[in-house]
């Protein structure tokens, strides 16, 4: 996608150390964007700054976990004391734990999960509300299909998600009456660095073993941050990848089928990874 108008903007994008986000803020960068960089790693971000600049956009590194509150605070506020404004926030950061219920020990990475993926989101777009409204500029949430349908071994992913739609859903009539749009994008699978970051019940990251649920067919985190900034630029209330508008409508027309083929779903998908990697799942 090739615009101007995302030319001198400013944004934030978080979860910018890697794949979607990454993308996403590499590709603000080229439209001539300024965009603060969020998420732990600081010399990742620093690497996406510098390729930021490269392509002629402005870059400002601000290492943030998303989970505090006064961090996210403080992303904002260096943001807006840098720039002198902000246009856009892309709440980007995410990640999940692969596991059934009744097999966590406790429920620290279920809060865990929440922590990152929702109020995350949250506490960045309740501080960045006031300067959003003053530019009458965008939000975007990066959901997942998982945030329309559900899926076993995922309850604090999918609790998650869901939970990003009722609050962005909320805030998009909120918002109406200051021009501020709210789009909630929902890709289906993208090839990033999301399947190695995954954690079993134990918080153990599946590693590079969780990349071999991918196969030729999936989408680029390069392709994925085009069609969302897209949407994003429409003001689009909300972007379905993949097979999203027929699960949307299968679930609602017939959900106890969909149950069951949500189970042969996830069946295929094991058993495609155990074939790429001679790992024995259970399901
Ligand atoms: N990949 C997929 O198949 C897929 C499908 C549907 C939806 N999504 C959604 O897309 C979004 C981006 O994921 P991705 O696929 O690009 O995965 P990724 O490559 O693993 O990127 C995740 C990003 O989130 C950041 N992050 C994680 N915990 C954080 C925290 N506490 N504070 C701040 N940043 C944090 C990570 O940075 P640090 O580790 O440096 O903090 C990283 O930059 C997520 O919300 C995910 O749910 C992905």
Known sequence: MDTDVFRGQVAIVTGASSGIGKSLALLLARQGAKVALAARRA???????????????????????????????????????????????????????????????????FKHTMSVNFYGAVYCTYYALPHLIRSRGRIVAVSSLGGKAPLPYNSPYIASKY????????????????GVSVTIICPFWVVTGFHE???????????????????????????????????????????????????????????????????????????????NQGEKVEV
């Not at 943030?64 to 996210?72: P, R």
């Not at 939970?163 to 200051?178: P, V």
């Open 43 to 109: 010399d990742r971000l620093e690497e996406v700054a510098a390729g930021c600049r490269s392509r002629g956009g402005e870059a400002l590194v601000v290492p943030t976990d998303v989970s505090d509150e006064a961090q996210c605070k403080t992303l904002v506020e260096k943001t807006v004391a840098t720039f002198g404004r902000l246009d856009m926030l892309v709440n980007n950061a995410g990640l999940a734990v692969i596991a059934r219920l009744e097999d966590y020990s406790n429920l620290d990475l």
């Open 197 to 275: 970051a995954q954690m079993d019940k134990d918080g153990v990251p599946k590693g590079p073993g969780g990349r071999a649920i991918y196969t030729e067919k999936m989408m680029t985190a390069e392709r994925c941050a085009e069609v969302a900034l897209q949407a994003a630029y429409k003001r689009k209330r909300e972007l379905l990848m993949g097979p999203g508008h027929l699960a949307a409508w299968f679930r609602l027309l017939a959900p106890g089928l969909m149950d069951r083929f949500v189970i042969d779903f996830l069946k295929t998908t094991v058993r495609r990874q155990q074939e």
């Open 163 to 178: 939970a990003m739609h009722g609050f962005f859903d909320t805030l998009r009539i909120e918002m109406m009456k200051y």
